[in-house]
């Protein structure tokens, strides 16, 4: 089996390189990663620049791997049009540092590359820690590892991908898998305004994240009660429950 | 009525001013938009760097304008938190040079524009014009109005966008407004491998867009018979439909 390994870390990210040599286990691997941190990308892609590809050797990790100074969905499409010889089976996008739930999923490159590979008619998997700091990537990686196992005997639902999010606990204490929809997750007091040196203003995104607990069938509650989270996502936004509805005005010319 | 307006080919573009000057006759508008373009950002924001903020006269235009050294989706974050006093009753994004249908709309600042604003629970439409060359906005910004005015009397759907594509034809020769589905428009070939002059290889983005006519219901089939498309659009990605055969598949952390 052939499997794709991208990120929006960064080609250097602790969690990529994890991914990396466990996956190595049981496929073989290429690894086509930003040249630096992506986080907050989406779905950007790079038009109006050339982009450059350049081979580096992973610390401890004999994967053939390239770094690309685009965003993550250049680097699926990079790799699958310019760089694979041949289609990969699957594409893997991670080990992300933090969650990537709820509306999160809108702004993340993780999730997005997985997209771009989605399109592309390949199944995809996005893999998140949900945690920032002192993150173990060991249980996440073997995870990964064994999701990969278990969808090779599955039958891949098309054009679509499974966001997988990881709570930071060791195996003994995840309480399972639970497949999920995406939760409620946004945010509020978004901006920090400050004065630079020479008096004028700036601002900084910041903002604090409001989740809605409720339901739990979603990814928030999953990884609040220590579950692991799988989410299947698609790509068509249309929101098709309301197209009769908006039939009913009557729009002219 | 107050309405932000946005965009993604940047605050100097000729659609955001044919929209502004349109609007204005039947709202009070404030434009908030990118210094410059930024085309194919997708939902990108800007979370490592500051982001400054400009005063800007529009040409023959008496509106208040803002530009931002950043993204749509910053521009709409920015206006909403930090910029106006009073939450728009509607936001515009657009008129874009270039049709935003199928799979483009994963890829389209303009969109992800007026998605930023449903997130925050305001209606929000993007314009695009279904044309790159001699493009006229007289039509477009004139329709965009009338379905301003339109949408006052009606009741917007939660968590909704609308996606608005315009044939580029004059008002006499749109066939009508059909409300469609999101089709099938991906690209192949995308890179067009060249050396640079010191002998190193790099890439652009390239490659011709491949679109599925089959569906009636779809927004390119709308735009290629010459009739206004609108989408509605909504930002949970969850594909509902295949939870429940993935719950069979019994994963185990």
Partial sequence: MNILITNDDGVYAEGLLALAREISKIAKVTV????RERSATAHAITM???????????????VESWMVN???SDCVKLALDALLNDAPDLVLSGINRGPNIGTDVIYSGTVSAAIEAAIYGIPAVAFSVAAYENVSYDYPACFARKLCESLMEKKFPKDTLLNVNIPPLDDEDIAGVLITHLGNRRYKNCFDRRQDPRGKTYYWLAGEAVEDLGDTGSDIWAIKNNYISITPIHFDLTNYEVIDNIKKWELEP
Wanted: proline share 14%.
């Fill in 32 to 35: 086509v990663a930003p040249d």
């Fill in 48 to 62: 109006h620049k050339p982009l450059r590809v350049e081979r580096v050797n992973l610390h401890d990790c004999h």
């Fill in 70 to 72: 685009g965003t993550p």
